[in-house]
């Protein structure tokens, strides 16, 4: 577990990047990688921890074995609870967990570096402004940007623009459009729509794809689609979606 353990950030600034790091990174193990989480969240084993670290990465490993631990340490034993519960509930209870965890390890930082009130309040209204891993996960954020969206311009929909890079609109994706005009009506738009992997906004020079399942969107670059790739897909299924329909035993 070296993804950052010794890195002790300093300034609110510094402690806000740390903790998006960290964020992304367990975003990431909860989303585009989760066919790789699940299978080492594997029962048979000891307790194991999620950890994200500040360079977006994510691990699942056993405990610090110091006490008490150099940082606070995440939920014990999330792998025990795997099999007893739907996948998607599984998901949801690790990410709540994973959101108190980034919180306890922020606030760690501001305790030991010595944050005055102001200090702790501007730190706490970063965070704030941010969807925390539950939203992302459970889709909340999505529909808490669709509803501001609506709110803004109720004449507008999100599936107008469903398949703007293709002819038969088919393919679920927000491609930058030739016609320059369209960028400002498109940003008021999608401007509150977040990306399903990284919890990102959305930004009009950015190649996004949506999934035809839970209709969330996504960076292509987080699910490792590009434009090119998308033209021959029909029906995209993002990886949440297609780890769901596996079989269970």
Request: charged share 30%.
């Amino acid at each position: 577990m070296d993804g950052g353990a010794h890195y002790n950030p300093r300034t609110v600034e510094e402690v806000f990047r740390d903790f998006k790091g960290r964020r992304a990174g367990i975003i990431k193990a909860l989303t585009t990688d989760v066919e790789e989480f699940y299978q080492q969240c594997d029962p048979e084993k000891e307790n194991l921890c999620l950890y994200g670290y500040p360079n977006e990465q994510w691990e699942v490993n056993l405990p610090a074995e110091e006490v008490p631990p150099e940082l606070p340490e995440p939920a014990l034993g999330i792998n025990f609870a795997r099999d007893g519960m739907q996948e998607k509930d599984w998901l949801s209870l690790v990410a709540v967990h994973s959101d108190a965890w980034l919180q306890s390890v922020a606030f760690y930082f501001g305790a030991r570096f010595g944050f005055d009130k102001a200090d702790r309040k501007r730190l706490f209204t970063m965070i704030n402004d941010l969807p925390t891993i539950f939203e992302v996960v459970t889709g909340a954020a999505k529909k808490q940007a669709k509803e501001k969206s609506s709110d803004h311009n109720s004449s507008k929909s999100k599936s107008g623009s469903k398949g703007r890079g293709s002819e038969t609109g088919k393919y679920s994706k927000l491609v930058k459009d030739e016609d320059e005009g369209l960028d400002e009506e498109e940003e008021e738009e999608h401007g509150e729509t977040l990306c399903g992997a990284c919890g990102e906004n959305y930004a009009s020079d950015e190649f996004w794809i949506c999934c035809d399942m839970c209709e969330k969107w996504f960076h292509g670059k987080c699910v490792k689609i590009t434009p090119a790739r998308a033209e021959h897909i029909k029906h995209y299924k993002c990886p949440s979606c297609t780890s769901n329909k596996r079989a269970r035993p």
